[in-house]
Structure formats: structure tokens, C-alpha cells
């Protein structure tokens, strides 16, 4: 069974703030990704990596940055959290292209909210 | 703007009955089409998924059609069951250099009624 842990589970943050979202995987996957989800929008991606040291933008990447120091390890940083950024993280991962490697296997969630 | 649409923000079947949720893709290159189901306060799992080079795949209740000229793609469920009550998010794909980047729509919530 695939393995997706996030951490915290939740957060409370002050605006202005910095907050870092952690994700860890044990799939051996070379894909990670961080989705946001709000109301109406469904999930939309805000950055991606597919190797260890590189990270990619999404469709939403203003605001953030993603660092992915190892295979296992992917995180979400908010340097100057805002208002906006309220929301429900999803970290996943997946093993790449090729038929069911598309499937993505998601973490638990991170419910972050911005005061 | 939105490149994976989902039409219907909600809906409503009774039990036992057949319903069609409806996706629809802007990028043409898409070759990867996925419906994803998600509980409430859980994390959104793979329910079925189609390649572009085929029309249509079914596993039990569940079928995905694929219109690629019409650049739709739909999920029909039968027998409908109350734990089937969920919301229904569609994600479309693209092999682009080794990159398995999924785009989701908005997401349909499903209430199957007793």
C-alpha cells in the first residue's frame, strides 16, 4: 500500500508568517506534487518534482516555494503567508508516465489556516 | 483559464439509479484521463482511469467514455449506492518530457438518496 505522510495535520498561522508544510512518501516514487484545494476549484497544483534537488512550478505557484532535498521528502513554503493561502494541502506522489504510473496516491491533508 | 471543467458543481440520484458525470478538457495533447473520488475530510483516491487510445473502460458499476474530438470524457455509474455519495473530481494528463502532471476540475458532489 502506498504511503503518503503530511505534516502538520493542521496549522494555525499569523500573516506575514513563514510556514512549512512537510511531506514524506515511502513509495519509492520519483514524482511529488503539492495541490491546494478550495472551495469551487477542486485540487490545483502548485509546484512539482519528478527528481531529488529539483522542483517545478505548477499552475499556481505565486506565494510559494517547494524544496525536495531527498527522493522521500517534498515540502511546501510559505515565506509571507497570506490571507489567501487559507486552505487544504494535499501532498502526492506517483511513479511517472506510463499507464498506471499517472495514479496519484495522496497524503492526508494539511487544513491551513491564515489569521 | 480553467483547462479541466467539470459542468455540474452537484448532484442528486436515488438509489439504484444511473448517472453521468461530465468532464470537459481544453488541451487537445491531453493523453491521460483519470476520475478521482474524495470523502469528506479524506484524501481523494484513483477510482478509474483511460489512456487516449482507447474509448471507453469499464471496472464493475463504473465506465469512462472518451470523446477526444469533443474533447469530453465522462464517468456513468450504475446502481447507484449511498456510499457512492461522494465528491467526483476528473483529472486530465500530459506525457510532456517525462513530466505525469494531472489537472484537475472543479470537482461534482454526488448524493446518492435512499
Known amino acids: 500500500e502506498a504511503a503518503v505522510t503530511q505534516s502538520p495535520r493542521s496549522k494555525v498561522a499569523v500573516t506575514g508568517g513563514k510556514v512549512t508544510l512537510s511531506c514524506h512518501q515511502t513509495?519509492?516514487?520519483?514524482?511529488m506534487y503539492w495541490y491546494r484545494q478550495d472551495t469551487g476549484h477542486g485540487l490545483r497544483l502548485i509546484h512539482y518534482?519528478?527528481?531529488?534537488?529539483?522542483?517545478e512550478k505548477g499552475d499556481i505557484p505565486d506565494g510559494y516555494k517547494a524544496s525536495r532535498p531527498s527522493q522521500e521528502n517534498f515540502s511546501l513554503i510559505l515565506e509571507l503567508a497570506s490571507l489567501s493561502q487559507t486552505a487544504v494541502y494535499f501532498c502526492?506522489?506517483?511513479?511517472?508516465?506510463?499507464?498506471?504510473?499517472?495514479?496519484?496516491?495522496f497524503g492526508s491533508g494539511t487544513r491551513l489556516t491564515v489569521l | 483559464g480553467q483547462q479541466v471543467k467539470q459542468s455540474s458543481p452537484s448532484l442528486t440520484v436515488q438509489e439504484g439509479g444511473i448517472l453521468i458525470l461530465n468532464c470537459d478538457y481544453e488541451?487537445?495533447?491531453?493523453?491521460?484521463f483519470a476520475w478521482y473520488k474524495k470523502y469528506p475530510d479524506n484524501s481523494p483516491t484513483l477510482l478509474i482511469s483511460?489512456?487516449?487510445?482507447?474509448d471507453k473502460r469499464e471496472d464493475g458499476r463504473f465506465t469512462v467514455f472518451l470523446n477526444k474530438s469533443g474533447k469530453h470524457f465522462s464517468l456513468h455509474i450504475t446502481a447507484s449506492q449511498p456510499e457512492d455519495t461522494a465528491v467526483y473530481l476528473c483529472?486530465?494528463?500530459?506525457?510532456?518530457?517525462?513530466?505525469?502532471?494531472?489537472?484537475f476540475g472543479e470537482g461534482t458532489k454526488l448524493t446518492v438518496s435512499s
Open positions: 502526492a506522489s506517483s511513479a511517472g508516465t506510463g499507464g498506471s504510473a499517472e495514479t496519484l496516491y
Open positions: 513509495n519509492n516514487h520519483d514524482y
Open positions: 518534482s519528478y527528481v531529488a534537488d529539483s522542483t
Open positions: 488541451n487537445d495533447m491531453f493523453d491521460y
Open positions: 483511460v489512456r487516449s487510445n482507447v
Open positions: 483529472a486530465a494528463g500530459l506525457n510532456q518530457g517525462g513530466s505525469a502532471k494531472l489537472i
